[in-house]
């Protein structure tokens, strides 16, 4: 069946850093793509998409890719803030619900 | 409303008792999903809505989990006879309408109700 896999947290960088956060997807055909974000005290919401393969989604600094060869849509941002400070899930789209994964914890110190 | 509001936010029983939660999605929004987030768990999927039905309940843990949706809007989760493994976040999300009927992914979440049995 479909699942989505992505690394365990907490993730901890300084501001300024380089981020990456590895998602990596199993799904029957090429289903659109999803990065969630749920900032504390507030609900999920919708960070970025990607409908197909090789479409890349970019939302607030952050990207990421639709890889059909590797399977992956691993998140990326350039230079985190601490605002950035959340956590992130990778998801993918079902036939009838969204599917998530576990969810990484990401801390930026100042 | 203008967000999907949930309630309540927080929820200590003990075990053995029944808990409704509720959900009131956006208005207009025709699909309403219910997911669970336990500790160190991703979301965990429950029960979808298409206005009063529910097309999709296999999600539910057990025949203890029950929802309802009436009216097209408000969507309660009950809980019976509850367990200390039922303690999670209970998240609600709704959209204009289902993933079936076209919807784009985008789901709309409230802040959650955080249920802890003892």
């Known amino acids: 069946g479909n699942s989505v896999t992505q690394m365990e947290g907490p993730v901890t960088l300084s501001e300024e850093a380089f981020l990456t956060i590895n998602c990596t997807y199993t799904?029957?055909?090429?289903?659109?793509l999803f990065w969630y974000v749920q900032y504390p005290g507030e609900g999920l919401q919708l960070l970025l998409k990607?409908?197909?393969?090789?479409d890349k989604g970019s939302n607030k600094g952050f990207e990421a890719t639709y890889r059909k060869e590797t399977t992956s849509f691993h998140l990326e941002k350039g230079s985190v803030q601490v605002s950035d400070s959340a956590v992130y899930f990778c998801?993918?789209?079902?036939?009838?619900?969204?599917?998530f994964g576990s969810g990484t914890r990401l801390s930026i110190r100042p | 409303g203008a967000g999907v509001s949930q309630s309540p936010s927080n929820k200590v029983t003990e075990k053995g008792k029944d808990v409704e939660l509720r959900c009131d999605p956006i208005?207009?929004?025709?699909?309403l999903y219910w997911y669970r987030q336990s500790l160190g768990q991703g979301l965990e999927f429950l029960i979808y809505?298409?206005?009063?039905?529910?097309?999709?309940k296999s999600g539910l843990p057990s025949d203890r989990f029950s929802a309802e949706r009436t009216g097209g809007s408000v969507s309660t989760l009950t809980i019976q006879r509850t367990q200390q493994e039922d303690s999670a976040v209970y998240l609600c999300a709704s959209s204009l309408v289902t993933l079936v009927a076209g919807s784009t992914g985008e789901l709309f979440f409230g802040e959650g109700s955080r249920l802890t049995v003892l």
């Open positions: 208005s207009g929004h025709t699909a």
């Open positions: 998801a993918l789209k079902g036939a009838s619900k969204i599917i």
């Open positions: 799904a029957t055909g090429y289903p659109s």
């Open positions: 809505f298409q206005g009063n039905s529910a097309p999709d």
């Open positions: 990607a409908t197909k393969a090789d």
